[in-house]
């Protein structure tokens, strides 16, 4: 069965992996960002890692790279990623394709990759038109319209994250993890009852909580659920999409997330919208970033 | 020269017009939309509009129409337009066909049209990829990628008078005609200084008074500012173009809205939104429902 290499360019780490046509991974390693960029040759070992990579698996003859960050609407250069400055307007693809003449490079933003993962590895069959959704430490956000990614106008759309929410803040101002943390201090320090101590708390102990019926932690999430269902409305309005997949750290808490987000959805969308509006979670798991990467080779075939 | 003809369907005229390949209006007629209803055979009515129309232009193939509300992703069938029921899930592409076998018919949305008239037709050059935004009765809008018209998932993207404002109201519930005078409406009863006066007062009315700097005309056109800034940054997100054009009644007062709007922009949006953003007034005036219906045609060219 023909073989992909998946690379998951994150702010922490840089996962490698090999994932075969069904989506399986064979098998990965992990290298910490930081590490390559305090070699001051941030781009040339980064090159390194994947010859190597393809030394290693001759047999492979396509490789995906997913960035956290903007690039070009051809896909051949990065353009801007806040947490990785070397990774700025680099013409990635000719430099890889000028070393390995024989195999081909395709270059993704991390949110659209994970979502052509779903695409085409998801659990359960997938239409060919979704809105997807992750909330990690922010919220990234993907469309796949008539099964392509959805590029906009300059290649980098889909900043749902950015979108205005009732309160004046952005959907990340109030759903990312940094929201979700103060959120929870707040209600603490107001001596609410709740187990969480304000120490070292962090986004996972709240989710953990919230699953757990904890009062504060039910209540930031049924923020969350009210805010999502906002950014929902806003985003399904320019996309007439009928399918939202919801991955990442918030997925854990969807049960209670669920029931402010819908009510918000049917006071504000009209029964177009609502009429087979599937809203379901995200089935990648954690290798989503390196399984997704490997989906960007399916391009070409 | 070539010519066409473009159908502006409206709630409360139908609009027909002879255009040419360089958008002049050679002719045109208008239709009350309520007539046509009120003889309970809408679309039979409609269809020998054009029947006549053709007649009277036999050196004509093609004709473009624009309809008020949903259509389907095929651009074949209407699907839902809330002023004119009749035009609900019609099959309207194959009826005229199946009766001008000779003839092309291009259907599309009507601020899509609007979108399509202005990228073949602006008096200034036009890039490939534009947002454009109308406000009159509500707020319109289109999106053209790549020289197309954005359709989303099902048809029928592109709501953007929808999206949800910092106050918890739509774009629309901030910036329809009907928000209008109620802004105006409040400033009055308050006792704000105005030339204005609260009987039948009309959008219009507030329009000529702002470009007069009436003051609460001008209090309203900086609010409209605010909303049209924020509902900008959540729809530029998405799309991520660099070209803006704003067409309808408020594009009157727009040198008031624009401080507001430009000040929301700056605040919320990074440099990659903001370096080369052109946000520019809509060129084709009053006429632009026809030329843009009559624009549809240029797609098989």
């Given at each position: 069965m023909e073989e992909y290499i998946g690379i998951d360019v994150g702010g922490t780490n840089i996962k490698i992996g090999v994932v075969n046509k069904k989506g399986s991974l064979l098998k990965k390693e992990k290298h910490p960002t930081k590490i390559l960029r305090d070699t001051g040759n941030f781009i040339s070992e980064f090159v390194k890692l994947i010859n190597l990579e393809l030394k290693e698996n001759p047999q492979i003859k396509k490789v995906g790279i997913a960035v956290p960050g903007m690039i070009s609407k051809n896909r051949k250069t990065t353009v801007y990623m806040e947490n990785i400055p070397e990774f700025n307007n680099v013409d990635l693809i000719s430099i890889l394709e000028n070393k390995h003449p024989n195999t081909s490079f395709f270059l993704e933003n991390d949110a659209n990759a994970a979502a052509i993962g779903e695409l085409h590895f998801a659990k359960n069959k997938v239409p060919k038109n979704f809105l997807f959704m992750t909330l990690g430490t922010g919220l990234g956000s993907a469309a796949v319209l008539d099964g392509k990614i959805f590029k906009g106008g300059n290649g980098n759309?889909?900043?749902?994250?950015h979108i205005i929410s009732s309160n004046g803040k952005t959907a990340e101002e109030n759903m990312g993890k940094k929201a979700l943390i103060e959120m929870a201090l707040k209600k603490i320090k107001k001596g609410?009852?709740?187990?969480?101590?304000?120490?070292?708390?962090?986004a996972k102990d709240i989710v953990i909580a919230a699953t757990n019926d904890d009062p504060v932690a039910v209540e930031v999430f049924e923020k969350v659920g009210f805010v999502l269902g906002e950014t929902l409305v806003s985003t399904l309005r320019i996309l007439d999409v009928k399918t939202v997949f919801i991955g990442g750290g918030v997925s854990k808490a969807f049960k209670i997330v669920k029931k402010n987000m819908n009510k918000v959805l049917k006071k504000r969308l009209p029964e177009y919208y609502l009429e087979n509006l599937d809203i379901r979670l995200a089935t990648l798991g954690n290798d989503a970033g390196i399984i997704g990467a490997a989906a960007l080779c399916f391009k070409e075939d």
């Open positions: 759309a889909m900043e749902a994250g609410q009852k709740t187990n969480l101590v304000s120490k070292n708390l962090n």
